[in-house]
């Protein structure tokens, strides 16, 4: 995660410069400056190249550079570096003026403890950034790039995590700490877990496939459930081809309602897999546009061995 040091960097980086020009401005000492320089261009966030004896930085084309260098002089009394620790760009990343928290539901989601949920929602209230109504609380629209800037961090981070680790490969899905990606290369990083169609292989399902493979890059899980594939599938391709495969592997799985409903929620597809959760609750008996007849779904339950 980016430190304060280096946010204090990024935020007065709005033109070239060089080492000591910026530990004048943000009276640091030149080695912590190019400390904080190694930080950002590991990240691409910044580019360095050599000019005579001096190395010149210059700030990315990243849209949350931008966004960052705005708030700061759009808001020259916010010491945005200090306010945007780790804990807080995640509470951001979910946090805007558009949607209401409670703080359980942003701990929940964070799966920070409430007690740092609180302190840095009073943080925010305290600086007229957060509004609060009843036990709700949300951006005020003059502070939403602050969503904004830790919602583009994240998804620049995870780009570069994706350049570096695999060499190429399209996000399809991202919260922020985990992703889905697509990439035509073989990957063996122990965080890459194979998903997508090839993965339904491990409950006997086999189905033809192209070259492209679909990996979830996560820190915390060491291995898949089948509710993540499931949802997995849907967010790569909701088609009827693809909505008939996952029912299958829930029928095989044996995944329940309950199951199939909280991974869902997880993956902010609950409207996509409600229909197919009714659908195989009652056999057929609700079905909607997004669902097979059941004839249908029988046949292909058969084609593959799948025991309704």
């Known amino acids: 995660m980016i430190a304060e040091r280096e946010l204090r960097v990024l935020s007065v980086l709005d033109s070239p410069k060089g080492r000591q020009e910026l530990a004048d401005e943000l009276n640091y000492r030149e080695d912590t400056v190019s400390e904080a320089l190694t930080g950002l261009a590991r990240y691409d966030l910044i580019h360095k190249e050599r000019v005579g004896n001096r190395v010149i930085a210059k700030p990315s084309d990243a849209r949350c550079v931008e966004v960052l260098q705005s708030l700061t002089k759009s808001n020259p009394h916010v010491d945005f570096p200090d306010v945007l620790t780790p804990s807080m760009l995640n509470i951001l990343y979910y946090l805007s003026s558009g949607d209401a928290w409670t703080a359980t539901e942003l701990a929940e989601q964070t799966g920070h403890a409430r007690a740092?949920?609180?302190r840095g929602l009073r943080t925010l209230t305290n600086r007229a950034m957060v509004i609060k109504q009843h036990s709700q609380y949300r951006l005020t629209e003059e502070f939403n790039d602050l969503h904004t800037f830790a919602h583009e961090l994240q998804h620049h981070i995870h780009r570069v995590r994706i350049k570096q680790d695999i060499g190429s490969g399209t996000l399809?899905?991202?919260s922020?700490?985990?992703f889905l990606v697509r990439t035509d290369t073989e990957v063996e990083h122990p965080d890459y877990h194979r998903t997508g169609l090839d993965a339904f292989a491990e409950y006997g399902l086999q189905f033809f496939t192209t070259s492209e493979q679909y990996y979830f890059?996560?820190?915390?899980r060491n291995s898949l459930t089948p509710g993540d594939l499931f949802c997995h599938l849907l967010l790569i391709e909701n088609d009827s081809r693809h909505r008939k495969y996952a029912l299958l592997l829930a029928v095989k799985a044996d995944l329940s309602p309950e199951r199939l409903k909280t991974a869902a929620?997880?993956?902010g597809i609950t409207e996509i897999v409600n229909p197919l959760v009714e659908f195989l609750k009652t056999e057929g008996g609700k079905v909607s546009e997004a669902t097979p007849r059941w004839e249908e779904?029988?046949?292909?339950a058969d084609e593959?061995?799948?025991e309704l």
Request: aromatic share 26%; net charge negative; charged share 35%.
């Open 217 to 220: 890059y996560s820190e915390d």
């Open 265 to 267: 929620d997880e993956y």
């Open 116 to 118: 740092t949920i609180y």
């Open 172 to 174: 399809v899905w991202e």
């Open 297 to 300: 779904f029988e046949t292909l």
């Open 176 to 178: 922020h700490e985990e």
């Open 304 to 306: 593959y061995g799948v």
